[in-house]
């Protein structure tokens, strides 16, 4: 980012736009410290629409004369494609991005420029301009997750049959179909799209018009602007339009979920990678070598999105305590929503493009994944129902099923290995019919209802969600 010292103005002029009661100029350090146009230049295009908004409301309401309207457009169109080219001088003295673009209106456009800011304040300005990016970057971050959602869906409806060790506290538990897994994801990032649209809502409301704090003593028209920009209300109370940041609080805590469920698929990527697990292999383009061991594959990508996940959740903290002891209305400190905001929406969607590409690149270890699920007993629960379908309080059959595993692992064998007259040691009830639900595929195609691990049931799971995402 370019920020010079040089002036737009060609009057040379560079009094601050407020200076007016000041009798000293800020130093050096202080211009440094308070400015934000280093970071709040990236809400240029938003300004540029806010005050397009306004102007046309302030000429349609007979505050500015038309003449001024087709100027202060004309000049700021001028002043985007200066931006867009690279042409636009940014400076430090002219604090923010607001007055930036004010100043070099003016030198382009000379008084009319200057009535731009009639009945308005860079307080209810920039809570406009933050709004506008966030309700775009909502928009963009929907579409993301909706592209890793599709992703999810490809992979999983590859691996409807594929038979892994569903695990609790780690540990074997029961076969699962990998597909199944993976729509577990589908569902938590389904919920991440639905708080985010809700968290539009009231992202999306105008708080233009509230000039300083209190209101403005001309004639305006909230609605007009607000329909012309496309909020689908007004804020109500101009004190609360131009202080509270609570929807880039609310934005942050659905990002920190978002990054949160990310986290948990990188950790479980990360394990089934380790050579201990060995149930998968992520393309070479997602992954990095050692320096000193010749044999490592590392999975620095899922390791990152961890590890960047702690960023997230720092910067949902920080707008909280940015929030909390500010007496009304606006105060400077809210200059400072801006980089945890603009760091959340950019590492977000990088995660969410750089995921999507990764879903696509994933191998899975069939044999592996089975290999791991014979060797934890992950059949037993399918033992102690069938007894208890036979008749066996729940509490016995489990007792006798812990005898039959005792036995199994001494043995060095799988539960469905065991013959027919060493299971019947446990219980008399046992027949032949077992063995069909012994089986890993027996157990996982027994769990037959929505929500379940049955391959049918996650067909059906996936055809559902993809309905959603159309
Ligand atoms: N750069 C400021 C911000 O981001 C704009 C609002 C300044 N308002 C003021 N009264 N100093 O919050």
């Known amino acids: 980012m370019a920020i010079s010292k040089k002036k737009n103005s060609p009057t040379g002029n560079s009094r601050k736009a407020w200076s007016g009661r000041f009798n000293e100029p800020v ?17 240029a295009e938003f300004d540029i629409q806010g005050s397009l908004a306004h102007a046309q409301m302030l000429s349609a309401a007979g505050i500015i004369s038309a003449e001024d309207l087709a100027a202060i457009e004309q000049g700021l169109d001028q002043i985007r494609d200066e931006i867009l080219s690279g042409k636009f001088v940014w400076l430090l003295e002219l604090e923010d991005v607001h007055l930036n673009i004010e100043k070099h209106l003016t030198t382009l456009i000379g008084d009319a420029g200057k009535r731009l800011h009639t009945a308005r304040s860079r307080n209810d300005q920039v809570a406009t301009d933050v709004r506008l990016y966030l309700r775009a970057s909502i928009d963009d971050i929907v579409g993301f997750i909706k592209a890793m959602q599709r992703a999810l869906l ?3 409806e590859k691996h409807v049959e594929t038979v892994m060790p569903g695990f609790t506290h780690l540990q074997v538990a029961q076969p699962i179909s990998f597909g199944h897994h993976l729509m577990a994801y589908f569902e938590m990032l389904q919920r991440d799209v639905e708080r985010l649209i809700d968290c539009r809502k009231r ?5 233009l018009g509230a000039a300083a704090l209190a209101g403005t003593s ?11 920009l496309g909020f689908d209300g007004i804020c109500e109370n101009s004190l609360d339009a131009v202080s509270d940041r609570d929807f880039a609080i609310e934005f942050c805590a659905c990002a920190a979920l978002i990054m949160t469920h990310l986290s948990r698929l990188s ?11 060995g149930f998968i292999d992520l393309a070479d383009r997602f992954c990095t070598g050692s320096s000193i061991m010749p044999q490592k594959k590392n999975p620095d990508v ?28 606006y105060n400077k400190d809210n200059q400072e929503d801006k980089g945890p905001l603009f760091d959340t929406v950019d590492t977000l969607i990088d995660t969410l493009r750089i995921y999507a590409d990764m879903l696509t690149g994933i191998r899975v ?47 060095g064998r799988d ?27 027996g157990s996982m195609k027994s769990r037959n209802h929505t929500g379940g691990t049955a391959p049918v049931q996650v067909r059906a799971a996936i055809k559902r969600a993809r309905k959603k995402l159309s």
Not at 203 to 207: A, H, I
Not at 270 to 277: A, K
């Open 365 to 411: 270890d069939q044999e592996a994944m089975r290999a791991a699920a014979m060797r934890g007993y992950a059949t037993a629960t399918d033992l102690a129902d069938y007894l208890t379908k036979k008749g066996l309080p729940f509490r016995d059959a489990h007792e006798a099923v812990a005898q039959a595993v005792r036995f199994a692992e001494k043995k």
């Open 203 to 207: 992202v999306n409301k105008l708080p």
């Open 302 to 329: 899922p390791e990152l999105v961890r590890g960047k996940t702690g960023r997230i959740n720092g910067h949902l903290v920080a707008l909280l305590t940015l929030m909390k002891a500010q007496p009304l209305a």
């Open 218 to 228: 001309y004639p305006i028209n909230r609605k007009l602007v607000a329909q012309k």
């Open 154 to 156: 490809d992979l999983a």
């Open 27 to 43: 130093s050096e350090l202080v211009q440094r410290y308070t400015a934000s146009v280093g970071f709040d230049q990236r809400l």
């Open 415 to 441: 539960l469905s290995a065991l013959t027919l007259p060493e299971l019947r040691q446990f219980s008399q009830r046992v027949n032949q019919d077992i063995y069909a639900v012994l089986t890993l595929e």
């Open 267 to 277: 950790e479980e990527i990360i394990l089934w990678m380790s050579p201990s697990f």
